[in-house]
């Protein structure tokens, strides 16, 4: 799944709802693109630890594709790079 412009309150929940979506699906994986994303706040660093917390409860892989600087520099300044499974893009998450 891919996430695009600012992720912060208002769009908390609808970025958490589209996670949800993807870890309901058969795959055995999500990677979550954020390459899109133009600002990262707060609400949207914990909807990505609850949901790999969730993946990790399913069994399921959950690959961040961090994408640009500004997704790198929050997950840094937050230490999330210790607790998310962190990649550059979509390709590398595939493999590619």
Avoid: W, Y
């Amino acid at each position: 799944m891919s996430a695009t412009g600012a992720i912060d309150l208002a769009s908390q929940a609808t970025f958490a709802e589209a996670i949800q979506d993807a870890l309901r699906q058969t795959a055995p994986s999500v990677v979550v693109d954020l390459a899109g994303v133009t600002f990262l706040a707060s609400p949207g660093l914990a909807v990505l630890v609850e949901a790999q917390e969730q993946s990790m409860r399913a069994d399921k892989d959950l690959q961040v594709a961090v994408g640009n600087e500004i997704v790198a520099h929050a997950l840094e300044l937050t230490g999330l790079g210790q607790v998310l499974s962190l990649v550059p893009d979509v390709e590398t998450a595939l493999g590619h």
